[in-house]
């Protein structure tokens, strides 16, 4: 687990495998669907918003954790900055993919089959 840059260490191979398999079961099922028709589309945007809510409680604990971690650091103190929100500049990025990839995922799965009415 790599260290941030205040010393609190984070795990992000959790949600970055989320997510790729979110996006890897849309693609297949696009190829799929494309190649022998089906809604394999619409049904894989199910599965694209489930593994990417996962990715997003992943990392909502873990920048629960950095808050936690960085009150224990500044104990005594009589204000404590939470001014840096997330623990890294690529956990902030992941969590807008996250999110992002719900609202695809939704929409795919309520109108997938409709996107590729032959």
């Known amino acids: 687990m790599p260290d ?3 010393g609190t260490r984070s795990s992000l191979l959790g949600p970055i495998v ?6 890897g079961i849309v693609l297949v099922s696009f190829a799929i ?3 022998t028709g089906g809604n394999w589309l619409a049904r894989s945007g199910s599965l694209m918003v489930l593994f990417s809510v996962i990715a997003g409680y992943i990392l909502l604990g873990d920048r629960d954790k950095y808050h936690s971690e960085t009150l224990k650091r500044h104990w005594g103190e009589r204000t ?3 001014s840096k929100i997330h623990p890294s500049p690529l956990h902030r990025k992941l969590e807008s993919v996250s999110h992002l990839t719900v609202v695809i995922g939704t929409v795919i799965w309520g109108y997938g089959d409709l996107l590729l009415a032959r």
């Open 33 to 35: 669907e494309f190649e």
């Open 4 to 6: 941030t840059s205040d």
């Open 80 to 82: 404590v900055d939470f």
């Open 18 to 23: 989320c997510l790729v398999f979110a996006w």
